[in-house]
């Protein structure tokens, strides 16, 4: 990218403003452990939870803060009958693995941040970097 990632950022951020616009982040990869472990997402799950986001089912949802990433995590979702899958660690056979996992992948996004973007970036979007 020509430009720094905070450039980016500042403007969609005035885009979304702009235009009223949500976004959301769906998980249509790899949930519940490891390769070997965990399986693809559910495709009816994914289908779901993007009419919910599509058809504004979302938008009030109560969420809660993945305590890894920075990210709002919906409690509900219309149409799935078991939201816990929502949660990434929720599907998760071993808790402690997961904690694991997301503490790494989360401190080498934090660490390639830092060495990539440090100083020369606002603090206010440096500061949602996973793993700060």
Aim: proline content about 7%; glycine content about 10%.
């Amino acid at each position: 990218m020509p430009l720094l990632p905070d450039v980016y950022a500042r403007m969609l951020g005035e885009k979304m403003d702009r235009h009223g616009s949500r976004v959301f982040l769906i998980n249509t990869g790899w949930s519940g452990g490891p390769y070997g472990v965990g399986r693809r997402m559910d495709i009816n799950l994914t289908r779901r939870m993007v009419a919910a986001a599509l058809e504004g089912s979302l938008d009030e949802a109560e969420c809660d803060p993945d305590p890894f990433f920075k990210v709002l995590v919906p409690r509900m979702c219309p149409g799935i009958e078991d939201c816990s899958v929502l949660q990434p660690f929720n599907t998760w056979a071993d808790k402690d693995a997961y904690r694991e996992k997301a503490s790494k992948l989360a401190a080498e996004f934090a660490a390639f941040f830092a060495k990539s973007y440090q100083g020369k970036i606002g603090d206010d979007v440096a500061a949602e970097c996973p793993g700060r």
